[in-house]
């Protein structure tokens, strides 16, 4: 059943005598299985005769099941996260102002009773959970935009979506238009992020140029960080202005488990949402036209991609304030285990954007604030952005041939 | 030429804005036939193998199989016809295999991996163009004339029976050039109907069966390459001088001077 490799001996002017030399002169380096191995023989469909030269080396090849969607290296680095993710969780609910050990924390978490049920159940494990699933909701729509746009500096942050959704959500927080756990703020953050990523879509367009695409995205943010200036500016009272700077900040501190469950619907809906278009991001990797004839629905994979980042987002950043880079660093960090498939990168993304994010909100609590400090805490947006950036800045530099070449 | 058309295309028009860009084409495709498509540059002749492969609106009606095209889903279109864009485009750098494979796509379920079949299929492209040598290596790092021959192979994974190449042999050197014209014709001596848009009136006289010449949107002559590639209707459409030579492998036109 396997298709026949025809090769001219000739043509390719190299010794095919054997099997051996066959498969040594003309596939050094061969990964794959040669089946059956026929030795020069004339083929008389090609009006071929006496005249050796003329003849054919024949061969099946057998590719393998694994070849076609080739780097895949099997389930690995998806499991190794996972327990990454375990010892992290673990972590989470062991370190904070009263240091727990391994098994109170889980004693805790299993019985909650005591102050260490308390601590592990009312206060960490929130705010545990909420990195998890930030982290993975920031790390997957990150990947999912970077397969829409094919292009690896993709990022939510970047095309203004948390500065947007900020923007809402801190309209909301300060004219005390609803609770902070109202679901009122997520709703006008995912609106925010909308406006923000369809915009960015559609100024990008058919071609998606990396210029146009970065300069809309810098435009954007630029505008939401502009309103969310002007909400501060005339915000009704102090407390309000100075809370909102804090929040925007990006922080996972004194969450309490109404957040999980505020913010829960809208990641899960997010995650549906990008998942559904893993075969289109797939297709892209051949540009619009190509993915188009390939039965891809390309304005509703666009739809879907900005729909699914801002529910995401939005939710995120009205639970969490503004957290970025995540969705740059995780998909690039997978990228070199599984290989560049964007459709192959996504749950890997996902799982590192939980790492990366339970990592840093670990380090926060580790890291001793100046006592004259205001914030009892170091942010953790303020720390994914402060490795996030020059992460973001290296990648350029790697990047800047093709930044160069890339037309305006 | 007794079989039915494949593809039957009748008063095809494209509009941009007031413009019209494709204006009242009708043309059918044959089974296992290679048909050209020349004509200067700005004819529309991209633009008409794009409202061919359904990716842009037009009016006029397409029939594919006997059922308009507009009644097929994106997936049983794609399934039928496969369409190479110009360029050999490729954003990401995945493996020539992977590349490949997605030509198997219109065939295969969301989360479902590739049955037996769509493998050999894979296969049988890899091997039919020559690139199975290097099925393991990321396709950014092959050269223009390795990618379009990954890019064919990606077209022909899909063995629709209507194969849409855009400029297959662009940017090729002319080795390159043959090795792909000549996999065009060998898709359309298995029984597909291939439409391809070629600069290179040699090229066309050299493999076509038959060559379309278009002008400003429509379709100017039809026939067999002998036919169509006069010297007279190369200087009215082309505004070349050119002369027929006898060959061996038959009439070849020689552009001699721009009028």
Redesign the interface.
């Known amino acids: 059943m396997w298709p026949r490799l025809v090769q001219n001996a000739q043509d390719w002017n190299r010794e095919c005598s054997s099997r051996e030399t066959f498969e040594s002169n003309c596939f050094p380096g061969r990964t794959f299985r040669i089946q059956n191995f026929h030795m020069r023989f004339p083929c008389p469909a090609r009006g071929e005769g006496t005249d050796r030269s003329e003849w054919h080396c024949c061969a099946s090849i057998d590719l393998g099941p694994r070849r076609m969607s080739k780097p895949h290296r099997g389930w690995r680095l998806e499991a190794a996260l996972v327990a990454l993710i375990a010892a992290l969780a673990l972590l989470s609910l062991m370190i904070g102002s009263a240091g727990l050990s391994p098994a109170t924390a889980i004693k805790g978490l299993i019985d909650g009773t005591g102050p260490a049920g308390i601590i592990v159940r009312d206060i960490r494990l929130p705010r545990t959970l909420l990195a998890l699933l930030i982290g993975a909701t920031l790390g997957l729509s990150g990947a999912a935009l970077q397969g829409l746009l094919r292009n690896p500096l993709a990022e939510p942050a970047l095309f203004g979506a948390p500065q947007a959704a900020s923007a809402g959500a801190s309209f909301m927080i300060a004219y005390g238009l609803a609770g902070a756990t109202s679901f009122a703020v997520p709703l006008a953050g995912i609106a925010g992020a909308l406006i923000s990523i369809g915009g960015l879509v559609a100024i990008a367009g058919r071609r998606a140029s990396l210029t146009v695409t970065l300069l809309a995205g810098l435009a954007l943010a630029s505008f939401a960080g502009a309103l969310t200036a002007l909400i501060l500016n005339f915000a009704p009272n102090p407390y309000a202005a100075l809370e909102i700077t804090f929040w925007l900040l990006g922080s996972l501190e004194d969450r309490s488990s109404a957040h999980v469950l505020m913010a829960l619907p809208f990641f899960v809906a997010s995650w549906i949402v990008l998942a559904l278009n893993l075969r289109a991001y797939r297709a892209l990797a051949l540009g619009e036209d190509a993915a188009a004839s390939l039965g891809v629905d390309i304005d509703r994979t666009r739809t879907m991609v900005v729909i699914g980042t801002a529910l995401g987002v939005g939710a995120a950043v009205a639970v969490a304030g503004s957290i970025g880079f995540i969705g740059l660093v995780a998909p690039h960090l997978v990228r070199r285990a599984v290989g560049s498939d964007p459709a192959r990168v996504c749950l890997p993304a996902a799982l590192m954007g939980a790492v990366l994010l339970m990592a840093a909100d670990i380090a926060v609590r580790i890291v001793p604030t100046p006592p004259s400090a205001i914030a009892i805490e170091l942010k953790v947006g303020v720390v994914t952005a402060l490795i996030g950036v020059p992460f973001f800045l290296a990648m350029i530099f790697s990047e800047r041939r093709l930044l160069e070449g890339s037309p305006s | 030429m007794s079989e039915a058309p494949v593809l039957q295309v009748a008063g095809l028009s494209v509009w941009l804005g007031t413009r019209t860009i494709v204006d009242g084409i009708t043309l059918d495709l044959l089974p296992g036939q290679l048909t050209v498509m020349v004509g200067p540059n700005g004819a529309g002749k991209t633009t008409l193998m794009?409202a061919l492969?359904a990716?842009l609106p037009s009016t006029g009606r397409i029939t594919l199989a006997g059922r308009p095209l507009q009644a097929f889903?994106?997936?049983?279109?794609?399934?039928r016809?496969?369409?190479?864009?110009q360029?050999h485009?490729?954003?990401?750098?995945?493996?020539v295999?992977?590349?490949v494979?997605?030509?198997r796509?219109?065939h295969i379920d969301?989360?479902a991996?590739?049955a037996?079949d769509?493998?050999?299929a894979?296969?049988?492209a890899?091997?039919?163009t020559g690139v199975?040598?290097w099925?393991?290596r990321?396709v950014t790092t092959l050269s223009g004339g390795e990618r379009a021959r990954v890019?064919l192979a990606?077209a022909l994974a899909?063995q629709a029976p209507i194969l849409l190449a855009d400029e297959p042999t662009m940017s090729l050197d002319p080795r390159h050039q043959l090795v792909v014209m000549e996999l065009l014709a060998q898709a359309a001596h298995e029984g597909g109907a291939v439409l391809a848009v070629i600069h290179d009136l040699a090229l066309a006289a050299r493999y076509a069966d038959r060559v379309v010449m278009m002008e400003q949107g429509r379709l100017v002559a039809d026939g067999r390459p002998r036919d169509v590639l006069t010297p007279e209707r190369i200087a009215a459409v082309f505004a070349v001088e050119a002369t027929i030579t006898d060959s061996a492998i038959g009439p070849i036109p020689i552009l001699q001077r721009p009028l």
């Open positions: 794009r492969a990716l889903s994106p997936r049983e279109r794609a399934r016809i496969a369409y190479l864009p360029g485009v490729f954003h990401w750098p995945m493996s295999a992977a590349v494979a997605l030509g796509q219109p969301v989360f991996p590739l037996d769509d493998r050999a894979v296969s049988r890899l091997t039919a199975a040598p099925a393991d990321a890019a990606r899909t």
